[in-house]
Structures are given as C-alpha cells and as structure tokens.
C-alpha cells in the first residue's frame, strides 16, 4: 500500500510592514529589501499612511520617515500613538536626521527604534525581524491577559447573580425576578442612552439591589399581611445591609453593585430611603433599578397580592413618575417596554405567565401610605 503524504500544515499569514516615505528610491529599497519575507505597503505622505494604519487591515510593523511634505514623521507617530487601536503598532523611523536630539525626540513621541540613512539593509532586516518578534510576544501576551480578565469577570458576575438569587429566594421567591429585572435595568439604560459598556455594567450589577434582605428577620421579611411602623423601619434597613455585605471596593464591578444596593429605594422628590436623596443626586442607576424592580414587582404574583394587568401597572408607574420615579427615565422605559414584555413571559415564575386580569391598584401590600405608595413602595 502507498503511503499517503500527510496534507502540509496551513503556512501562517505573512506579517505585513508598512513603507512610509515621499522619496521613491528609498520606497524600492526598503521594499525590495523586504518583500521576500513580508507583505509591503508603501505610502508616499502622512496622511496616506494614516489611512492605511487606520484601516480594517493594519501593519504590524512601520518604518516611518521623519521629512515628509504636510505632515511629518512625528506628527504621524503622535496620532498613531493617540488611536487606541493602533497605539500597539511598532514604530521604527528611517531618517537622515541623524543628531541624538533627533533620535530622543523620536523615541518620545513613540518610536521603538530610530535607524539613520543611508541604510544598512542588515541593520534594517534585523531590526524589523526583531520588534515583529516582540511584538507578536506583546499581542499573545495581551491576548492571554484579555482572556484571563474576561475569565475572571464571569467569575464575578456569577458569584453577584448567585447572592442576588439568594436574597430573592428567602423572600419567597423563585429567583426570576432578579434575572427579569437585570434585563429590564439594560433595556431602560439603553433607551436612556447608556453606551453598551454601561449597560452590560448595569445588567451585572442590578442582581444584587436587595441583597441586603438577607439580614432581615424572616418575620418582618415574609410576614404576609401589613407591616407595622416598627416592622417597616426594620424593612428599610435592608438597602444600607446590602452596601455594608458588598463593601467598598475599587472593583468596578463591586462599587456598582453596592451604590444600587444603597439608592433604589430613594426616590424622584426625596421621599426615599435611606437617605432621602433628591433628583439626580440619586445614582443613575439607582434610578433606573428603582423602574425596573418596582415594575416586576407590580406585573408579578406575590404571596400578599396577585399580578396586575399591563394597564393597571402602568397607571401607578404614570402616577409614581416625579415623585418616586425620574421623569426622563419613565420616557426610557416606555420606549423599552414592548422588550421588557417579552422578557417578562420568556422568563415567568413557576407558577406560571402573568395572566393579564383586572386588578385594581388598591390590591397591592397595604401599607400606612396611599395605595400607590404601597405598590411601588412594599415590595421593590
């Protein structure tokens, strides 16, 4: 039998450097020198070279003239080193500036190395083999560190949704409530205006607004008739429970969390708790978080009152808009309402779908305010 050749692995994609220059001798030269072994774009200007490094396809590598007509090599290296994206991108610049003012001013505005005409072509073929080196050694590095961190973050943002469960399942609940009211804090965020970063922050975050309801007595926390005076003083203790079992940290993360913890009780005119913040004094996302928990509450079975119709919660969210709720963030959820509905039955309770019956606000926990306070104020 023959044997068969075993296929050839797949040769990795050639490093691409790019040749900036506005002299068309030193083009060929840099290019011929290099093209054997790497894929070459040339650029006669600043501005061509830029948009070339800005591209969907960037080099891994630049040599960069310093005196070219608009901008310069330098100017080029600053913008370079401005962008982000591209920042990472290794500098070398192939000049005929040859004083040691120039090569300092040219290693602080960026460059990784500084290589004086007229050139050595060992010098420049070692130089560029050696810095796409390191800086393939930088990317796998950054890769691993970027995988690692995201690890990590999922870590964290597990163990928040798990303690978020946890409060909610010694209030009776089944813990979809903290994931409906995660995805509802987004969709007003977004409709807020929140850029996707904030967002995300907010959805992992928002789980853990009643955390503090693990230090409440289980008889005041699931008493299902009225709370007394004393019983509710108990009760509102629970957002400044949450900030002190999260803590104070310098994780983005964990600071969010514990600053939801503490504000969503606290309300549009200052009638809040615990410390009866006024308007935007009141965290963003305490704001929002106070939308999204009191919606939940109001549109979901409870062991003290039943579901209420769409309408009907928003009646008390229209009547709650100024004093409890921020005006601006009311406008937010009624342009996300139709996703925060949908997400309302993909994720019903055990019991299951909220059945859309004719129940008056009145229904809510009765409390010693007006029955709207006690729909959005009882249980959120």
């Given at each position: 039998?023959?044997n068969q050749a075993e296929p050839a692995a797949p040769r ?185 970063a904030a967002a995300e922050l907010l959805f992992n975050t ?175």
């Amino acid at each position: 039998m023959l044997n068969q050749a075993e296929p050839a692995a797949p040769r990795p994609p050639r490093q691409t450097v790019l040749v900036a220059d506005d002299t068309p001798e030193n083009i060929d030269l840099l290019s011929g020198l290099l093209r054997q072994d790497y894929r070459v774009k040339v650029a006669t200007n600043g501005e061509k070279a830029l948009a070339i490094i800005n591209s969907d396809d960037p080099p891994d590598l630049i040599l960069l003239d310093v005196m070219m007509p608009g901008m310069n090599g330098y100017d080029v290296c600053r913008r370079i080193k401005a962008n982000p994206d591209r920042r990472g991108i290794p500098v070398i610049f192939v000049t005929a500036m040859t004083s040691i003012e120039d090569e300092r001013l040219g290693l602080e505005v960026g460059a990784v190395d500084y290589i004086t005409k007229p050139i050595s072509p060992p010098i420049v073929c070692a130089r560029v083999r050696t810095h796409l080196a390191l800086y393939d050694q930088t990317r796998a590095l950054e890769e691993r560190v970027r995988e690692r961190t995201a690890e990590l973050l999922a870590s964290r943002q597990q163990i928040i949704r798990r303690l978020g469960r946890a409060a909610e399942f010694r209030d009776n609940e089944t813990g979809n409530h903290v994931i409906r009211m995660s995805y509802y804090a987004r969709l007003i965020g977004e409709a807020s205006g929140l850029e996707q970063a904030a967002a995300e922050l907010l959805f992992n975050t928002a789980s853990m607004h009643d955390i503090g309801k693990i230090g409440i007595p289980d008889a005041v926390l699931l008493k299902p008739g009225p709370l007394s005076t004393a019983e509710w003083a108990v009760m509102r203790r629970h957002p400044e429970i949450g900030a002190e079992i999260i803590g104070r940290h310098d994780d983005e993360l964990l600071d969010t969390a514990r600053t939801i913890a503490l504000t969503h009780h606290e309300r549009f005119d200052g009638s809040g708790y615990p410390h009866g913040l006024i308007g935007e004094a009141i965290p963003l996302f305490g704001r929002i978080v106070a939308i999204a928990d009191v919606f939940d509450a109001l549109m979901n079975k409870r062991p003290y009152k039943d579901a209420m119709a769409v309408k009907d919660t928003l009646q008390v969210m229209a009547r709650s808009t100024g004093t409890h709720f921020d005006p601006r963030l009311v406008e937010a959820f009624r342009r996300a309402l139709p996703d925060m509905l949908r997400i309302h039955d993909t994720y019903a309770d055990t019991h299951g779908p909220m059945t859309d019956v004719d129940m008056p606000p009145e229904a809510a926990r009765p409390s010693s305010g007006p029955a709207a306070e006690a729909a959005t104020g009882a249980d959120d």
